[in-house]
């Protein structure tokens, strides 16, 4: 199977729909603090005003939940987009109403036009066919170039792609990027081939485990998800963060990994705190002396080097942070490891979402080989998912090697 070629699309002088990812985290002043997900999708608008299409944007922001909510408007992207088009940037005052539907009907080529944030309709995220027919009647020719909400069966992802041929469908440049880097990093990895695993909950990371061990050589554990595997091997844990209904699949991970050869490695020291707190009282402490009533909450200094050491020259994929980074308190285990990642000269990816918020934080994103734009899809794409709004953009492979 291969995705649909954007350059292989018939598009000069027709109108292009472009579903982007332009879910952006703003300050309390409503000011976009990261505008990395625009900056990605500029490529794939760009190429097809190069080719004098008229360009219809559609993206969400934050979860309005079907109402219109001023604080989720797409008004400060318009602006943004505009500084890095270099270009004016119309933004329709709704989604598929009077306003939308006339400016995108009277758009001319060369122009770019913003719908409305998509969430304001209630049918967006119910994949609703009567919504994704007229967000479809706007354009000739649909791109999907929002990774980071492609594993949703949303209106504007999955819907919409049932109104469109594959002569009149295909991924962005930023999709396509996204989805044959992960692609080879599973499939046809440089090994040793190791996978860093954090976050709070094995449950959100379990099927990602399962999918990844056959696959590395090398499986590192932190966060709060690490203290279901050390209490499952009769270690005191505290009042730190388990999932006692997951302690036999923790088990079973830990026997899978044993019996393919998988060096699993869990924490041997902790940062436990008397509470979860910024000025919460803190020490380092081994996993086995986590006080009772008290809490781990990020990796301890013997963990780092020995995450260290055992990550020298190896290609890495990293989801979910060591700790609770965004207490400062407790960064220090994330930060080092962010800082230890960068440095290497191997392939080094970050599966969006916190992961991908830290290495910024810690200034090491330049660093790092491949971000992804999207944390939840980049999970399920290590769980081995086809993801929802991609599987419409897929065709089979009909080229022969001679």
């Known amino acids: 199977m291969e995705l649909l070629h954007l ?16 879910n952006v985290p703003m300050d309390e002043f409503g000011n976009i603090a990261d505008d990395r997900r625009i900056r990605s999708a500029i490529a794939t608008i760009n190429y097809c005003l190069d080719l004098d299409c008229a360009v219809i944007l559609a993206s969400h922001l934050g979860r309005p939940k079907g ?35 006339q400016k995108a009907k009277d758009l001319p ?16 995220t119910k994949d609703d066919a009567e919504l994704s027919k007229k967000l479809a009647s706007m354009a000739e020719f649909y791109i999907n170039d929002a990774f980071g909400v492609s594993h949703r069966a949303h209106a504007s ?15 962005g440049f930023l999709l396509e990027r996204e989805i044959q880097y992960f692609s080879k990093l599973m499939n046809n990895p440089v090994r040793p081939f190791a996978a860093i695993i954090g976050g709070s909950k094995v449950s959100g990371k379990l099927e990602a485990l399962v999918n990844l061990l056959p696959r590395v050589d090398k499986v590192f554990i932190g ?31 830990m026997d899978e990994a044993k019996r393919l050869g998988v060096k699993f490695y ?8 008397e509470k979860f707190s910024e000025d919460a009282v803190s020490k380092i402490v081994t996993v086995q002396e986590i006080p009772q009533k008290w809490m781990g909450l990020d990796i301890g200094p013997a963990t780092v080097r020995l995450y260290r050491e055992a990550l020298n020259d190896v290609q ?45 934080r810690v200034g090491v994103d330049e660093d790092i080989s491949f971000i992804s734009t999207g944390g939840g899809a980049s999970l399920e794409l290590l769980e081995g998912k086809v993801l929802p709004g991609v599987q419409p953009l897929m065709v089979e492979t009909t080229d022969k090697k001679d």
């Open 157 to 171: 992802v999955h819907g919409i792609t049932k109104f469109f041929d594959n002569e009149h469908k295909a991924a």
């Open 316 to 360: 890495t994929v990293w989801n979910g942070p060591m700790g609770v980074y965004e207490m400062e308190k407790f960064a220090r285990g994330s930060s080092k490891i962010a800082h230890f990642v960068a440095d290497t000269y191997a392939t080094t990816v970050v599966g969006g979402g916190d992961t991908a918020d830290l290495v910024k």
């Open 109 to 124: 080529r060369h122009e770019v036009l913003l719908l409305e944030n998509l969430r304001f309709e209630p049918g967006e």
């Open 7 to 22: 350059k292989k699309l018939d598009i000069a002088n027709k109108k292009v729909f472009i579903r982007c990812d332009f």
């Open 67 to 101: 109402e219109v909510v001023e604080k989720y408007s797409l008004a400060p992207v318009a602006r943004r987009l505009q500084q890095l088009l270099k270009r004016h940037v119309a933004l329709a005052k709704d989604v598929v109403g009077e306003d939308a539907m």
């Open 223 to 253: 966060g709060g998800m690490a203290f279901t595997f050390l209490k499952q091997m009769g270690y005191e844990i505290g009042a730190s963060l388990v999932e006692d209904d997951l302690l036999e699949e923790a088990q079973n991970i």
């Open 266 to 273: 869990l924490p041997v020291d902790v940062i436990a705190a």
